[in-house]
């Protein structure tokens, strides 16, 4: 079973609009809605694979109620932890030129008696979990090191973590040994201080991360692929995508992808980069189902293009 834990999940709702004019209003030409934050889509994506999956997430307010139903309609098992505060509802604005603007809201802050609870169903909840997934921010409330407690207790109870987050949670996290973390290319930049723009350099600092204490890092380089990296080596997998429509969400299928492959070597990478590339191709964060997927897309190579430059660059 692969566990979710989301300490700041989102009712996220898309706005397709033709272009973004500040100071205008807008008329949207078409919307849509879906229960989100990072662990959630992992557990859609999980479970739309067709492998069991429960969510740990705070849910308040009427957003939270939404956000509930929604999980409900698409049958996705849900630990919920009740909390006073709304739950947040985070914005996209897609313009039709594929430009995507996100505005993320802080969340409510949890109390010392909800952070216990949320602490107390992730225990609970971990007993089954062959992987835990933590991911996303973390609310106001909860301390930077809440990740690198979470993982010290999973590993107490013999489940593997795997975590998405950044910022001092994650370099805090590190200490604690998760079994991989998901960076994409500006959380790898900012973990290791320093800019991107080539793959041997994204190589470079995934190997950092690993001395500090991460056992396997798996970057996501945008459009130039994904890159693995552990105590095997490093491998870089790429995919053919023809259109991007919204890649709100590629993150967290790739992660599923990785998970629901075995969570480490060549082939959970190439399921990975094949979840994120579908993803992609499909509106809003809506998660790939396994028809979605073209693996023959997908190359998977050990001899990594180190001097190939980045065609996002983090500076
Ligand atoms: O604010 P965070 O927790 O970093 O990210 C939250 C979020 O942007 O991540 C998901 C996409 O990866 C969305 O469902 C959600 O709105």
Redesign the pocket.
Known sequence: MILTV?P?P?L?RTYEVPSLDRGEVIRATGERM?P???G??VSRAVAAAGQRTVAVLPLGGAPGALVADLLDAQGIEVAPVPVAGATRS?I?LAESDGVLT?I?AP?PELSAAEQELLLETVREQSRDADWIAC???LPRGLAPSWYADVVARAHAGGARIALD??GRALLEALRARPDVVKPNAEELAEAVGRPLSTVGDAVKAAEELREMGARAVLASLGADGQLLVDDAGAWFASARVDVVRSN?????SSLAGFLIAGGSGPAALASAVAHGAAAVQLPG?VMPAPGDLDMAAVTVTAEVPLDRVLKEPVS
């Open positions: 989301t700041n989102s996220d879906d989100g934050g990072k959630v889509n985070n996209a996100k993320n969340g991911c996303g921010s987050t950044s709100v969400g590629a993150g967290d964060s």
